[in-house]
């Protein structure tokens, strides 16, 4: 199968990913839609374990396709970075590299012999992606930080869930997606500012920062008028109606809390005095009446199918939709004409569809070139060749462990 023509915006570029998991694996995924070149560092095995990053055993069920999204369009190196010869590999690649992404504790890089300034120094132009649970600086730097626990100092924890219930969860690792995003962003503004200076820096992303660029206005609500946002389940307090409504066959999602929009979604239901009673006649009275009016509307919904709702809002340009999962998401039509769905060949799982790269680019759109890498250090021979390296000269970094 002929992979498709490179026509991302980053065409020309090369990443070096040596981060594992979640975050610096987002990361380097969208870097590689967008057209990057992307050689992913994996640990080689040693002692009888199985080497590469963890992800390749990670999602849900038997089937492990995480690792088959997250690590498209990559080549895929082993180097030990625990020994000399690996960590010599990793800076001859970082002085080829445009971008480097890592998300190991800080300070361990350091540690390693390849710290920024050593990378650096070797390659000036390059930029390096640092992903962590708090940063590379300040009192808890050196702390272990995971996804959920970003979550949890950013904010988002406290406010998700019942509030009877402790915090509630998403069903998707959102702080690491979060802060992979962010470093993204990061690399390149400084792929933007290197036009200008010839330099490359530091992208410091932490996943608690993060997860707290997206809480709105939590922080002045509290410092201003003494407001701390409390869990609230399916609701937003005080905007109404937003909510989901029982029908008679599932769920349905309606948003109707600007006034004009409210007026349409009452004349929907049949009663078009609701718009101009009192008790709801604008978002501060709806607000307060939150309850009542989900009752209201609650019970003009469960009488009737999803499909007879849903042609009642489209009739009245009313905001609502169905809760999808991945079946709805396969069969809808709109999926299919945004390309928003990819088929991918894999070598293990043969076709298997996943999301499509995003965001979308009228000039230089970003494609799903190639599966992600079925072994370790597929591609050893072909990137560490363009480093000088011989077969001789692998054949005895491979005796040695060091890839």
Known sequence: MTAPANTGALAGLRVVELGQLIAGPFCGQLLGDMGAEVIKVEPPGTNGKRGGDPMRDWGRGDAKLWWEVVSRNKKSVSANLRVPEGQDLVRRLAATADILIENFKPGTLEKWGIGPDVLMADNPRLIIVRVSGYGQTGPYAERAGFGGIGEAMGGWRAIVGDADRPPSRMGVSIGDSLAATYGCMGALAA?????????????????????????????????????????????????????????????????????????????????????????FVDHVARGSRQVELDTIIAGWTQSRTIAEVEAAMLRYSVPAGTIYHAPDMLADPHFAARGALVEVETERWGKITMQNSFPKLSGTPSTVRTPAPTRVGESNAEVYGELGLTDGDLAALTASGAI
């Open 191 to 279: 792929l933007h500012a290197r036009e200008r200076t010839g330099k490359g820096q530091i992208v410091d992303s932490a996943l608690y920062e993060a997860v707290l660029q997206v809480m709105e206005s939590l922080i002045p609500e509290y410092q201003v008028a003494g407001t701390i946002r409390e869990r609230s389940g399916s609701v937003l307090p005080g905007i109404a109606p937003s909510n989901v409504y029982p029908c008679n066959d599932g769920e349905y999602l309606i948003g109707a809390n600007q006034d004009a929009v409210f007026a349409r979604l009452c004349a929907a239901m049949g009663q078009p005095e609701l718009a101009t009673d009192p008790r």
